[in-house]
């Protein structure tokens, strides 16, 4: 299964969390956090899916995928820059032709 974990500042306190796709949703694990913690987590990242940043300046991921995902973590959704964004698996390719820069 693809994921991908983020480390980073979120409200002042490192935090290191995965993001993997759920029922056609990226869906926020942080482990060994309360419940309560990870809702508001998922909503504040859920948030963040509705305008997603674009990659490379020109491509919008769709908000249902993994590349949406990691736009987010690596632009906006931390206190500053991400520390770690590591990738598992194929989360998506940005779609390209030869000759074409998007």
Request: glycine letters at 8%; zero cysteines.
């Amino acid at each position: 299964m693809a994921k991908i974990i983020a480390v980073g500042i979120y409200n002042g306190v490192t935090t290191r969390l995965e993001v993997i796709m759920k029922q056609d949703k990226a869906t926020i694990v942080i482990k060994d956090e309360d419940e309560e913690i990870i809702k508001r987590v998922q909503k504040r990242f859920d948030e963040k899916l509705i305008n997603i940043p674009p990659i490379g300046g020109t491509y919008y991921p769709a908000s249902n995928s993994l590349l949406g995902a990691y736009s987010v973590l690596q632009s906006s959704f931390f206190d500053s820059k991400p520390t770690q964004l590591t990738v598992i698996g194929n989360i998506g390719t940005i779609p390209f032709k030869k000759g074409i820069v998007y």
